[in-house]
């Protein structure tokens, strides 16, 4: 078997050339960069050549033997087969065996090594007294310490960082749009440096130590700023520290004119990562760039107003800043992108026609593609987006996948992705994606809330409730994150809490709680099913029910046909209510019905199982 000396010369398995010392993959002109655990664990497989190596044996050797929960690995599995464009099984390049481990399936190949170099013609000359032998002697000591210093002298070591959001701390409020565009183009330059694994978070943790923050976004360095502003001159203050043990890494001050905003955040991340990995290298320079600064400006406060679309007005504002933005740069890719994602979410957040925002949104991100493919790889999340909708399942995969292995990837990638998946039954597989969406975006509230969910279908009780409430401190709050929520308290017996929950969901969407005390009732004494299923009907014939919330009461009050009947909606265009449902422990009954798999194989749901290599087993859907 190969040493771990033999394969960091470089090796071959199947059609990829893996080059240890570069951190590279190369398959003809491709080339990908792992993540320094990712390579880690390909090197413990290549190690074995074809034999299993363990979990523990990946924990020992990529881990430091510390304990280390499944989802790392099955992440750094997961991306390596992305990377390796082995996303369908059977798996063409790593296996997995149940209970045992993994292993390599094509063969390694090391580099022939190179020629030994010939040895060096050696003049005779006459040999020098001893007292010059000893002072060239105390010369190329000196001379070698010297250059051993210099050669060997290394930055702190820091392989995450988590960069906090930069403080507006100019007095004026109308620069917190400036403070977070520089922080959202600092994470993607940032995310250029293949040596870092870099974190979003959302919040500044007052009161809190950097080693307080790190283990909460699980890094080892945090990076914090202000935004300060003298005159016309804007000032960002950073500190890069690390949390084991307070060690500054890098700190220091990048100023110039709102104008220069870009350079700014350049001349920063290149400070940062000659700290971090050493050299100043060439610049590091964002995916994209506008030759207009008027349009990126106006893209930076699309994106502010964009993440705070919960607030009256911010959707529509985000809009009309995109639409200026390309209208004066129309190079500027970004900007149609953010455009897209607001058109796909705007039968959600706006009750639009889905068929006619959906053709919009593709028409936009289609148009960014042919003016600037630099966004073509993220912009496969809203194609994966509209493909779910359309319910061509294996499509919406193929996009996801591409968009999910992106070099610049937002974590709304992986949550739409962990919903298609959803949708199809396979929950093992869509909680790993909305794991790797907390990796990089650990404080969005979105995404926990998503975690929760999957969490509280898998039936994992203890971590669907940490996620919750993780979910809950992030502001996480939505009419479905509360509905699971409920459904987690239920299981648990704790029904007054559950009925809390519900009622604020019902209130947050504006319809009528009359159902909800009857529903409860019946819960507990089956005798009250049919005052329940009345208050059901009543609520359902004055349209104050969603029908997510419909379905799901018939079938927990055992009104399958009704259920049914709620079910067959969901082959109108898009998703009349979320599809996870239907495969969860309390749609049992409408599951032993035969018009249910019917109802699949109209939907395309047991074609794509096909295709992936997915089961109908025992009313539930397995997966290898």
Request: charged share 25%; with cysteine.
């Amino acid at each position: 078997m190969p040493t771990k000396e033999e394969l960091n010369k470089g090796f071959q398995i199947g059609e990829w050339e893996v080059l240890p010392a570069r951190r590279e993959l190369r398959r003809g002109d491709e080339m990908v960069r792992p993540e320094p655990k990712q390579l880690g664990v390909l090197l413990s497989l290549a190690m074995r050549d074809g034999d299993v190596v363990t979990r523990d044996e990946l924990v020992n050797e990529n881990w430091g033997g510390r304990d280390t929960a499944d989802e790392p690995i099955n992440r750094c599995i997961s991306q390596l087969r992305k990377h390796l464009g082995d996303t369908h099984r059977p798996y063409q390049y790593i296996d997995a065996l149940i209970k045992s481990g993994y292993c390599l399936k094509k063969t390694v190949v090391l580099h022939e090594p190179t020629e030994s170099a010939p040895a060096p013609i050696v003049v005779q000359q006459r040999k020098p007294s001893r007292i010059w032998a000893i002072v060239a002697l105390v010369a190329v000591v000196a001379v070698s310490a010297w250059i051993y210093d210099k050669v060997t002298e290394k930055p702190p070591t820091v392989t995450s960082i988590g960069v906090l959001p930069f403080e507006n701390l100019t007095g004026d409020p109308s620069y917190a749009y400036v403070a977070s565009g520089f922080k959202a183009e600092l994470v993607h330059t940032l995310q250029n440096i293949p040596e870092l694994m870099i974190k979003i978070s959302r919040q500044t943790y007052p009161g809190l130590e950097i080693d307080e923050i790190a283990g909460r976004l699980d890094v080892d360095s945090v990076l914090i700023g202000v935004l300060r502003k003298e005159g016309d001159e804007l000032k960002f203050s950073y500190q890069l520290a690390r949390a084991d043990d307070g060690v500054n890494v890098s700190s220091g001050m990048v100023s110039g004119l709102l104008q220069d905003l870009f350079k700014l955040q350049e001349d920063l991340a290149t400070k940062v990562r000659g700290h971090v990995v050493g050299g100043s290298g060439k610049q590091l320079l964002s995916t994209s760039r506008p030759e207009n600064f008027d349009a990126y400006e106006r893209y930076i406060r699309g994106l502010f107003a964009f993440d705070r679309r919960g607030t009256a007005g911010n959707l529509e504002e985000a809009v009309a800043l995109f639409e200026e933005s390309i209208q004066l740069d129309p190079n500027y890719g970004p900007a149609y992108l953010a455009l897209a994602e607001i058109y796909v979410l705007l039968p959600d957040y706006r009750g639009t026609d889905l068929v006619a925002s959906h053709e919009r949104a593709i028409e936009i991100v289609e148009q960014g593609i042919a003016v600037d493919p630099a966004i073509e790889d993220a912009a496969n999340a809203v194609f994966g987006f509209v493909y779910h909708k359309q319910k061509k399942w294996a499509l919406a995969e193929e996009a996801f996948v591409r968009a999910t292995s992106a070099a610049v990837v937002e974590s709304n990638a992986f949550n739409w992705y962990s919903l298609m998946l959803g949708s199809v039954g396979r929950f093992d597989e869509a909680l790993r994606q909305a794991l790797a969406g907390i990796e990089i975006d650990p404080s969005s509230g979105v995404i926990n809330s998503r975690v929760a969910i999957v969490y509280t279908w898998v039936g994992d009780t203890e971590r669907a409730g940490e996620f919750f409430e993780r979910g809950k401190q992030y502001g996480a709050g939505g009419s479905t994150h509360l509905i699971a929520n409920a459904l987690f308290l239920a299981r648990q017996g704790k029904t007054e809490q559950a009925n809390e929950l519900a009622n604020a969901s019902i209130r947050l969407g504006g319809g009528t709680t009359d159902w909800i005390d009857p529903f409860f009732a019946a819960l507990a004494d089956p005798k009250q099913r049919d005052k329940a299923l009345a208050a059901v009907d009543l609520a359902t014939a004055e349209n104050q029910l969603s029908l997510q919330i419909e379905v799901s009461l018939r079938v927990m009050l055992g009104d399958t046909d009704g259920a049914l009947r709620v079910a067959r909606m969901l082959v109108q265009p898009g998703e009349a209510f979320e599809m996870d449902l239907l495969f969860l422990p309390e749609f049992m009954p409408l599951r032993k019905r035969p018009e249910f798999i019917e109802l699949l194989d109209t939907l395309g749901v047991t074609d794509y199982w096909d295709e992936v290599g997915c089961v109908w087993e025992d009313l539930a859907v397995k997966c290898p």
